[in-house]
C-alpha cells in the first residue's frame, strides 16, 4: 500500500507520516512543493518500519495527474489547505489515477459540496473522504456514541480549546482570519439564522483543562461544515453550535475586534478581509508562542430528552497534553488509511467523514498520546 502525504512535512500532514512510519508493510511517501523540507522531515524518523519516499509536488501544477500518476500512490492524503474557496481538480486528479483520496478539509462548502465526486468515485471503486480531521471526523463520531443515551437530541454544541504553546498551522490560520466578521447561517432553535465568524462571546469552564482552577476560556463563533452535517445527519436536532478560544486573551480579543471591524466595514460596503493582514498576525502569534500552556482540548456538549423522557444533558470532553493537541486532527486520515490498507473499509463514494469510523477506533489510534477523556452527566 503506496500512501502519498501532500504537505506531508506540514503541521498535520508531518504527524500523519510520522505515525504511519511505524506501520510494516506500508510505503509513506512525504510531499510537497520543496523535495528538501520533505527529506529534513524523513532523517528525524527514528526506525521507521515503513518504506519511505520522498517527492516534490505543487497541488496547483498543470501537470499534476502526471506527477500523481508518476508516484503509483494507493492512497492520497491531502492536507494541503487552506480549503476554503478550492475546487475539487485534487480529488479528481487522484480518482484519475486510481487512488484513494483523503483530506483534512475544514471549508465549510469544500466539505458539504464533497458529493459531487460520488459517481465518479463509485465508478472508480474509490473513497474520496473530505474533512477527516476534528470537525467533522471527530464531532460526528462523538455524537454516534452518545446518541443512544437520548430519545430526541435536540442541541449540540462543540467548542476546540488549543493550548497556545502548541504548533500552529498557517493554512488554518487563513481558515479562520477568512471568516472572521462574516455573516453565515447557523441552526439556532428550530431556526436558520445568520451569525458571523470570531462574535458571539462566551466564556466555558473546561475542567482539566488549565492550571491553578483556571480551567476557563473564552470562545467565539466558527463557520464549520458541521453546522450543515448535523443537522442533515440528526434531523431531531434544533440547535449546532461550534465556537473555539484562543488560550491567550490578547489574541482572542484582537481576534474578536478585528472580526467587529469586518463585519461593520462590510455593513458599509467595505470589502475588508483579515487575510490581507495575514503574515503579520501570524508572525505575531508566533511571537507570544512562548507563553500560555501546551494543554488543549474539545468539548461536546449535548442536550435532548432520555429514554425516561426527563430531560438530558451530556458533556465530552478531550484533554490533550503535552502539546499532543495537533495530533488530534491529524489522526482520521491516519485511522482510514489504516482501515484501507487492512481492507476493513468496503465500498466506495464521495463523502464527508461521517460514519465512516466510531470513536473507539479513533481513540485506540490514538493510544501512547497524553490524550485523557471525560464524560459528565
Known amino acids: 500500500m503506496r500512501i502519498l502525504v501532500l504537505g506531508g512535512y506540514g503541521l498535520f500532514g508531518s504527524r500523519i507520516c510520522r505515525t504511519l512510519s511505524g506501520d510494516a508493510g506500508l510505503t509513506v511517501i512525504v510531499a ?53 474557496q478550492r475546487d475539487y481538480r485534487v480529488a479528481e486528479a487522484v480518482l484519475a489515477v486510481g487512488a484513494h483520496c483523503i483530506d483534512l478539509a475544514d471549508g465549510r462548502d469544500y466539505v458539504n459540496g464533497i458529493g459531487a465526486l460520488d459517481a465518479a ?20 463520531a462523538v455524537i454516534d456514541a452518545l446518541l443512544p443515551r437520548f430519545s430526541r437530541l435536540e442541541t449540540a454544541e462543540t467548542a476546540i480549546f488549543p493550548g ?45 483543562l488549565g492550571t491553578s482552577g483556571r480551567d476557563a476560556r473564552w470562545v467565539a463563533r466558527c463557520d464549520v461544515p458541521d453546522l450543515d452535517l448535523l443537522p442533515a445527519r440528526y434531523p431531531t436536532l434544533r440547535t449546532v453550535e461550534f465556537r473555539a478560544g484562543l488560550e491567550l486573551r490578547r489574541m482572542h480579543f484582537g481576534l474578536w475586534l478585528g472580526s467587529c471591524t469586518v463585519r461593520a466595514g462590510r455593513a458599509l460596503g467595505l470589502p475588508l478581509d483579515l487575510r490581507r493582514i495575514g503574515r ?50 491529524a489522526t482520521a486520515a491516519v485511522l482510514l488509511a489504516r482501515k484501507l490498507a487492512s481492507g476493513t473499509l468496503p465500498g466506495a463514494g464521495a463523502t464527508a467523514c461521517v460514519g465512516v469510523f466510531s470513536l ?16 459528565q452527566d
Not at 494543554?295 to 425516561?308: A, K, N, Y
Not at 479513533?362 to 471525560?374: K, N, P
Request: aromatic content about 8%.
Open 32 to 84: 510537497g512543493r520543496s523535495r528538501a523540507r520533505a527529506e529534513a522531515l524523513v532523517a528525524t524518523l527514528q526506525a521507521p518500519r515503513a518504506h519511505i519516499e520522498t517527492a516534490e509536488i505543487d497541488t496547483a501544477a498543470s501537470d499534476l495527474r502526471a506527477r500523481l500518476a508518476a508516484l503509483r500512490p494507493d492512497v492520497v492524503i491531502d492536507t494541503a489547505g487552506p480549503f476554503q
Open 121 to 140: 468515485a463509485r465508478a472508480a471503486g474509490r473513497w474520496v473522504i473530505s474533512g477527516a480531521s476534528s470537525v467533522p471526523g471527530l464531532h460526528a
Open 164 to 208: 497556545n504553546r502548541t504548533p500552529r498551522g498557517w493554512a488554518t490560520t487563513l481558515s479562520i482570519l477568512g471568516y472572521s466578521g462574516r455573516p453565515y447561517r447557523c441552526l439556532i432553535d428550530g431556526a436558520w439564522r445568520t451569525v458571523y465568524g470570531w462574535q458571539s462571546l462566551r466564556r466555558l469552564r473546561v475542567p482539566g
Open 280 to 329: 503579520p498576525l501570524y508572525r505575531l502569534s508566533e511571537y507570544w508562542q512562548h507563553t500560555g500552556s501546551d494543554t488543549g482540548g474539545m468539548q461536546v456538549r449535548l442536550r435532548g430528552l432520555g429514554h425516561d423522557g426527563e430531560p438530558l444533558r451530556v458533556t465530552w470532553t478531550l484533554i490533550a497534553r503535552n502539546g499532543d493537541g495537533p495530533q488530534i486532527p
Open 360 to 375: 473507539e477506533e479513533f481513540l485506540d489510534t490514538l493510544a501512547g498520546q497524553r490524550i485523557e477523556v471525560h464524560l
